[in-house]
């Protein structure tokens, strides 16, 4: 089993910043991607990032420049810096993970942006 334990949600004024880590443990053998998901209330779950295990990025549009993900394979702990906060980027974020093909979730943390 692989368990992802995600920490730095909070309440945030506009343009300010936080920083999200998520740390998988358990049988991590084969960690490939590992990424940053967001829900609204009342919206689907969206991609924010994702980073392979060699480093390569992916954003989702409303957040390039502004968020930069990165990990540590040593630690299997991925990160979410997370600047220029906007009152439209509060969620749920959900760390994920993809360990042999399968899918695994954090339990999710709470961003709130505003004033």
């Known amino acids: 089993q692989v368990q992802l334990v995600e920490s730095g949600g909070g309440l945030v004024q506009p343009g300010g910043s936080l920083r999200l880590s998520c740390a998988a443990t358990?049988?991590?053998?084969?960690?490939?991607?590992m990424g940053w998901y967001r829900q609204a209330p009342g919206k689907q779950r969206e991609l924010v990032a994702d980073?392979?295990?060699?480093?390569?990025?992916n954003y989702a549009d409303s957040v390039k420049g502004r968020f930069t993900i990165s990990r540590d394979n040593a630690k299997a702990t991925v990160y979410l810096q997370m600047n220029s906060l906007k009152p439209e980027d509060t969620a749920v974020y959900y760390c994920?993970?993809?360990?042999?093909?399968?899918?695994?979730w954090g339990q999710g943390t709470q961003v709130t942006v505003s004033s």
């Open positions: 980073i392979t295990r060699f480093g390569r990025t």
């Open positions: 358990g049988t991590i053998f084969n960690l490939n991607a």
């Open positions: 994920n993970a993809v360990v042999r093909n399968r899918d695994y």
